[in-house]
């Protein structure tokens, strides 16, 4: 099978806020479905998770697939971060190289009290928490723009066309971060979005604010993560409350187990599902189906990815080779009873090169080899 497109989430969190409990809880669950899914590579600072998803378990049903496999997440734990960090105090450079790498940031923030677990600045303030951490992502960002100015110097000077894209580039990222906004905040022209990414800034990646709160406040959340989602809305950032303490137990559940726990604390999924499914909506994600008698198998596409693109996340011989798809919408496929019987009712359509694929399509690729 072709390289599944990795989407890597950096957990980030000052120390004390509950971050090791959560990818402890995370990285459980990930080697408790290792068991059923043949993938799981895990370092000590990587889990992948597979993403839930209840369609992908009806389509499996309906057209009596052995196996199902969902798509997944990476999630990686970045370590120690703290205040003066960009300077070079507690983390340095391999913190920084970790964060790079990743997609978006999952920002853990402590938004419950207890008085056993001492916090760094003495007190229980999220939203002040999260701007510590903003404020290191912003200098980290501005030092590494600095440096790569100066070192465009010699391009620039011979008109390197990429040099003076990248130096413009940098220069607005620049511009926003010494008014005291993230890079986040510039609009980028569709030419330079590539260019712009390429850029790897710290502060450009979309943040999904995680607010860690007791287990009390885990079914409706607490002032202090009232708070972080007003501040998350007026960002344009996404948050999710969470109780790792819950997470921690469940995972160390069986699966009949854990519903009546999450029942009992009146809450309707596991957090880390609410998380991860955040963490999609975040990068605009979504998911499209191959189903079969072999297996069921969810992939994971940018929106607004077309059809040859789409076929490419399985094999590049796909997008190479692409003729066309046959789609039938997953409402479809599960009313009519499967891929015969949609046919048969004309729901299945043949699709081109220019078709979009839309979230929950089950399609099926027609190449030349």
Same mark, same amino acid.
């Given at each position: ?19 090791? +409990?959560?990818?402890? =809880?995370?990285?459980? +669950? ?19 998770? =597979?993403? %839930?998803?209840?369609?992908? &378990? ?43 790498? +990743? ?24 939203? =002040?928490?999260?701007? /510590? ?19 465009? /110097? ?23 971060? &010494? ?8 609009? /980028?022209? &569709? ?14 990646? %979309? ?15 607490? =002032? ?68 079969? %008698? ?5 992939? +994971? ?6 059809? %040859? ?9 796909? &997008? ?36 979009? /694929? ?12």
């Amino acid at each position: 099978m072709g390289a599944q497109m990795g989407f890597k989430m950096g957990i980030v969190g000052l120390p004390n806020v509950g971050k090791s +409990t959560l990818f402890n =809880a995370l990285t459980r +669950t990930a080697a408790a479905q290792a068991a059923n899914f043949p993938f799981c590579t895990i370092e000590p600072n990587v889990g992948e998770v =597979a993403v %839930p998803d209840a369609r992908l &378990e009806r389509l499996a049903e309906v057209a009596g697939s052995r196996q199902i496999i969902p798509t997944r997440m990476t999630f990686v734990d970045i370590a120690g971060l703290v205040k003066g960090a960009s300077r070079g105090e507690g983390l340095g450079n391999q913190f920084l190289a970790n964060i790079r790498e +990743t997609d978006a940031i999952a920002h853990v923030l402590r938004c419950f009290e207890d008085g056993d677990v001492t916090h760094v600045e003495g007190r229980v303030d999220p939203v =002040a928490d999260a701007e /510590v951490i903003e404020t290191e992502l912003m200098l980290a960002d501005l030092d590494s723009i600095e440096k790569r100015r100066a070192g465009l /110097v010699r391009k620039l000077k011979s008109g390197d066309k990429d040099a003076v894209q990248a130096d413009r580039l940098l220069a607005l990222a620049q511009a926003a971060l &010494e008014e005291g906004r993230p890079a986040r905040t510039v609009t /980028v022209d &569709e030419d330079d979005a590539r260019a712009w990414r390429l850029l790897q800034l710290l502060t450009a990646k %979309p943040i999904l604010y995680v607010c860690n709160v007791d287990e009390a406040s885990a079914a409706r959340g607490n =002032a202090h993560s009232a708070a972080v989602a007003a501040m998350a809305a007026e960002q344009g950032a996404a948050s999710v409350v969470i109780s790792a303490q819950i997470e921690e137990e469940i995972a160390q559940l069986d699966p009949d187990e854990a519903a009546m726990f999450l029942d009992e604390m009146g809450l309707e999924e596991p957090g880390l599902d609410r998380l991860i499914k955040a963490g999609y909506r975040l990068l605009n994600l979504q998911t499209y189906f191959t189903v079969g %008698p072999k297996e069921a198998r969810a992939w +994971t596409i940018p929106e607004g990815t077309t059809a %040859p693109k789409a076929a490419g996340v399985i094999h590049g011989d796909f &997008e190479k080779g692409f003729i066309r798809a046959e789609t039938i919408a997953f409402e479809d496929f599960i009313a009519c009873g499967g891929e015969t019987a949609a046919k048969e009712a004309g729901k299945m359509r043949a699709e081109g090169k220019a078709y979009v /694929v839309r979230d929950s399509d089950v399609l099926h690729f027609l190449f030349n080899t």
